[in-house]
């Protein structure tokens, strides 16, 4: 499996992505209808995935890398050669954090995400 983040020039390979958290508005509209128990639907488009994304990295330097590219300015692709579903584009929309796995001695930055056309 190969993973690669890219924004313009640069490219981040994780080791491995550890999660992948999905949330998706349905866009549809529920209307409470007096005397009634069943509601009125005013149907809407599905919007864009909000994610929460965790990464595996060998050493401190690549997790690094991969966070000061998720600080810049830009869209990210991510590419995955064994999950085509993971393949989007977005922008970093909360939360970039750094952290040392005891268990592994490696490195996983989480990012919350939002995918973007």
């Known amino acids: 499996m190969t993973t690669s983040l890219?924004?313009?020039s640069t490219t981040?390979?994780?080791e491995q992505v550890l999660g992948w958290d999905s949330t998706r508005q349905s866009g549809n509209v529920l209307?409470?209808?007096?005397?009634r128990s069943d509601f009125d639907v005013t149907f809407g488009v599905a919007g864009l995935r909000a994610l929460t994304l965790k990464?595996?990295?060998p050493t401190l330097a690549t997790a690094l890398a991969a966070e000061t590219l998720h600080t810049a300015v830009g869209?990210?692709?991510l590419s995955d050669t064994d999950f085509?579903?993971?393949n989007m584009?977005?922008?970093p929309s909360g939360a970039i954090n750094v952290a040392l796995d005891d268990d592994s001695a490696k490195w996983?930055?989480?990012v919350d995400v939002q995918e973007v056309l």
Do not use: M, N, S
């Open 6 to 8: 890219v924004r313009g």
């Open 12 to 14: 981040v390979t994780p």
């Open 31 to 35: 209307h409470d209808v007096l005397g």
């Open 55 to 57: 990464f595996l990295f």
């Open 75 to 77: 869209k990210i692709q």
């Open 84 to 86: 085509p579903a993971l």
């Open 89 to 91: 584009l977005y922008v």
């Open 108 to 110: 996983i930055l989480t």
